[in-house]
């Protein structure tokens, strides 16, 4: 099965295409009565082997985040124990940037798990007796790479994370955050395409959490990893995911951008997963705006300005090119002197227009609402307007989307 949701505009790094892990003695046994309509808990019953995962495919693309997202027992786990192969599929393919992993030999894997991949675990697994500094060069060290040298990059990789000058400190001396840094510096050290981390963030207080996932954000910003990230806390999946891959009972049951999985239900294990989220916290401009209509062409002239704005009963009216390049706004006042003299609309235009971007969030909307007391036009990077925001029209979209979720 493969699950859409537009996936964003770069190539695949990792492809996985019907992947199925089966736990037990008789996979084969298992699989047939499961094909053969049995549920999961029947097959079990008879064969006690657990279908971890049933031909799961997708796709993620070099420098996304994806979230694997889905209850205790769904899947994420074995899914992601697949993609470095700390677990064997049972069927299926895995490729990472075009090579096939799964018929890998032990010393093509090994060189794969060192150079492409970085795994990051929810129980930091740091070596006690080691330093901070040691733990960090620990990979390189097996790797041969010399004292001066993996010392060095550790060095470099803790002043990434904001350990710098943590090094010979003992892993018992730091807190479950620093821990989760040293976790997130070792896997950096080998500077892998790839990062896979488990629940990393799941035995951290909240307030740390919400640090960590900051400075995830802010890493992966600077650094553009590719990033499997497994959470069963959608409210984490939804602000670090590119895209999130929802689970259930071993399938990919959703995959989209956070805005999909929340407005775009697929199916009502979907809707029922979304339900009590705050679509304020992740709508943006792009969600709640309305069609910039009217809006006058920069060739019209000030009667066809003017009537536009008495048959809409509005004071103020948008002037954009042809491409919908946003050139400025017109007031009623202005445009009624302008056809009283004579004028042409570039006379009267106002070119100091407050803009708000596509994907700004409900409270920074609600603020430049407030400052500038009418609605905003939504604009790109490109000065191309999409749309209008305004109080009424976050509104609605929370009333059409609240409804829809
Ligand atoms: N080594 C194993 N042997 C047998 N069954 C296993 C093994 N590992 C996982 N399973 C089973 O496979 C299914 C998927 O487990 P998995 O750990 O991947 O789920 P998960 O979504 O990561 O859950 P959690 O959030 O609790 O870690 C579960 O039914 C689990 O009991």
Same mark, same amino acid.
């Given at each position: 099965?493969?699950?859409?949701?537009?996936?964003?505009?770069?190539?695949?790094?990792?492809?996985?295409?019907? @992947?199925?892990?089966?736990?037990?003695?008789?996979?084969?046994?298992?699989?047939?009565?499961?094909?053969?309509?049995?549920?999961?808990?029947?097959?079990?019953?008879?064969?006690?082997?657990?279908?971890?995962?049933?031909?799961?495919?997708?796709?993620?693309?070099?420098?996304?985040?994806?979230?694997? !997202?889905?209850?205790?027992?769904?899947?994420?786990?074995?899914?992601?124990?697949?993609?470095?192969?700390?677990?064997?599929? =049972?069927?299926?393919?895995?490729?990472?940037?075009?090579?096939?992993?799964?018929?890998?030999?032990?010393?093509?894997?090994?060189?794969?798990?060192?150079?492409?991949?970085?795994?990051?675990?929810?129980?930091?697994?740091?070596?006690?007796?080691?330093?901070? @500094?040691?733990?960090?060069?620990?990979?390189?060290?097996?790797?041969?790479?010399?004292?001066?040298?993996?010392?060095?990059?550790?060095?470099?990789?803790?002043? &990434?994370?904001?350990?710098?000058?943590?090094?010979?400190?003992?892993?018992?001396?730091?807190?479950?955050?620093?821990?989760?840094?040293?976790?997130?510096?070792?896997?950096?050290?080998?500077?892998?395409?790839?990062?896979? !981390?488990?629940?990393?963030?799941?035995?951290?207080?909240?307030?740390?959490?919400?640090? &960590?996932?900051?400075?995830?954000?802010?890493?992966?910003?600077?650094?553009?990893?590719?990033?499997?990230?497994?959470?069963?806390?959608?409210?984490?999946?939804?602000?670090?995911?590119?895209?999130?891959?929802? &689970?259930?009972?071993?399938?990919?049951?959703?995959?989209? =951008?956070?805005?999909?999985? %929340?407005?775009?239900?697929? $199916?009502?294990?979907?809707?029922?997963?979304?339900?009590?989220?705050?679509?304020?916290?992740?709508?943006?401009?792009?969600?709640? !705006?309305?069609?910039?209509?009217?809006?006058?062409?920069?060739?019209?002239?000030?009667?066809?300005?003017?009537?536009? !704005?008495?048959?809409? #009963?509005?004071?103020?009216?948008?002037?954009?090119?042809?491409?919908?390049?946003?050139?400025?706004?017109? =007031?009623?006042?202005?445009?009624?002197?302008?056809?009283?003299?004579?004028?042409?609309?570039?006379?009267?235009?106002?070119?100091?227009?407050?803009?708000?971007?596509?994907?700004?969030?409900?409270? #920074?909307? @609600?603020?430049?609402?407030?400052?500038?007391?009418?609605?905003?036009?939504?604009?790109?990077? $490109?000065?191309?307007?999409?749309?209008?925001?305004?109080?009424?029209?976050? %509104?609605?979209? %929370?009333?059409?989307?609240?409804?829809?979720?």
């Amino acid at each position: 099965m493969v699950c859409s949701g537009d996936p964003p505009e770069s190539e695949p790094i990792i492809r996985v295409q019907d @992947l199925t892990k089966v736990f037990g003695h008789d996979p084969e046994k298992a699989l047939k009565l499961h094909r053969l309509g049995r549920s999961k808990k029947e097959v079990y019953d008879e064969t006690k082997a657990t279908i971890a995962l049933h031909n799961v495919s997708f796709e993620v693309m070099r420098g996304e985040t994806f979230v694997l !997202m889905g209850l205790s027992g769904s899947g994420k786990s074995t899914l992601l124990r697949c993609i470095n192969r700390l677990i064997d599929p =049972t069927e299926g393919k895995i490729e990472i940037d075009g090579v096939e992993i799964v018929g890998m030999d032990h010393e093509e894997l090994r060189h794969i798990r060192r150079h492409k991949l970085g795994m990051i675990f929810q129980n930091f697994a740091l070596l006690p007796q080691r330093n901070i @500094l040691d733990n960090v060069a620990f990979g390189l060290e097996i790797m041969g790479v010399s004292k001066d040298e993996r010392n060095q990059r550790a060095e470099e990789v803790l002043e &990434m994370v904001g350990l710098g000058g943590y090094g010979s400190s003992m892993p018992s001396e730091l807190s479950g955050g620093m821990k989760q840094r040293v976790g997130l510096a070792r896997a950096l050290t080998s500077d892998p395409d790839i990062l896979l !981390m488990d629940e990393a963030f799941s035995a951290l207080d909240p307030l740390i959490r919400r640090d &960590m996932q900051d400075e995830l954000l802010e890493l992966q910003e600077r650094l553009g990893k590719t990033i499997i990230f497994v959470t069963h806390d959608l409210d984490e999946a939804l602000k670090l995911g590119t895209r999130i891959a929802l &689970m259930k009972d071993g399938s990919i049951v959703q995959i989209g =951008t956070p805005e999909e999985i %929340l407005t775009n239900p697929e $199916n009502a294990y979907v809707e029922k997963f979304v339900a009590d989220v705050d679509l304020t916290r992740v709508l943006t401009a792009k969600d709640v !705006m309305r069609r910039p209509e009217p809006v006058a062409q920069c060739t019209a002239g000030p009667r066809v300005a003017l009537h536009l !704005m008495e048959e809409h #009963d509005i004071s103020m009216i948008f002037v954009i090119t042809r491409h919908r390049i946003l050139r400025g706004f017109v =007031t009623l006042e202005d445009t009624v002197s302008a056809v009283k003299e004579g004028k042409n609309l570039s006379d009267i235009l106002r070119t100091d227009v407050a803009t708000v971007a596509p994907d700004a969030t409900i409270p #920074d909307i @609600l603020s430049l609402i407030v400052q500038s007391n009418h609605p905003l036009p939504v604009v790109d990077e $490109n000065g191309r307007m999409h749309g209008l925001v305004s109080r009424a029209s976050i %509104l609605a979209a %929370l009333a059409r989307k609240g409804g829809e979720a």
